[in-house]
Nanobody, 126 residues
Framework: QVHLVESGGGLVQAGGSLRLSCAAS????????MGWFRQAPGKERDILAA????????YYADSVKGRFTISRDNAKNTVYLQMNSLKSEDAAVYYCAASSAPTTYFAKRPEDYSDWGQGTQVTVSS
């Protein structure tokens, strides 16, 4: 089992920045890809970005490309999501997730991920 713990959410003004962290523990050895998702009330859970542990290959959804950056620290088993130029529509619960997919190409949907964190709330004030 893989245990994921997100942190770093909170309240930020529009145009501001936040960095989310996701610490992974447990049986992570075959979880090749880590992803960040978000879900707003009444909406589906959407992928934002994904990264491979081994090559740091990344994928970004069009909605966050150029504003969000995903990165990982293998030594700390931690994945980050740097979010800049935040907008009111970025407000949501943010989740990190782990997938055994071989590359980010195969890890773009929630059903591609087997392990999830509890989520962290991001609120953007205008």
């Amino acid at each position: 089992q893989v245990h994921l713990v997100e942190s770093g959410g909170g309240l930020v003004q529009a145009g501001g920045s936040l960095r989310l962290s996701c610490a992974a523990s447990g049986r992570t050895f075959n979880r090749s890809v880590m992803g960040w998702f978000r879900q707003a009330p009444g909406k589906e859970r959407d992928i934002l970005a994904a990264i491979t542990w081994s090559t740091s290959s990344t994928y970004y959804a069009d909605s966050v490309k150029g504003r969000f950056t995903i990165s990982r620290d293998n030594a700390k088993n931690t994945v980050y999501l740097q979010m800049n130029s935040l907008k009111s529509e970025d407000a949501a619960v943010y989740y990190c997730a782990a997938s055994s997919a071989p590359t980010t190409y195969f890890a773009k949907r929630p059903e591609d991920y087997s392990d999830w964190g509890q989520g962290t709330q991001v609120t953007v004030s205008s």
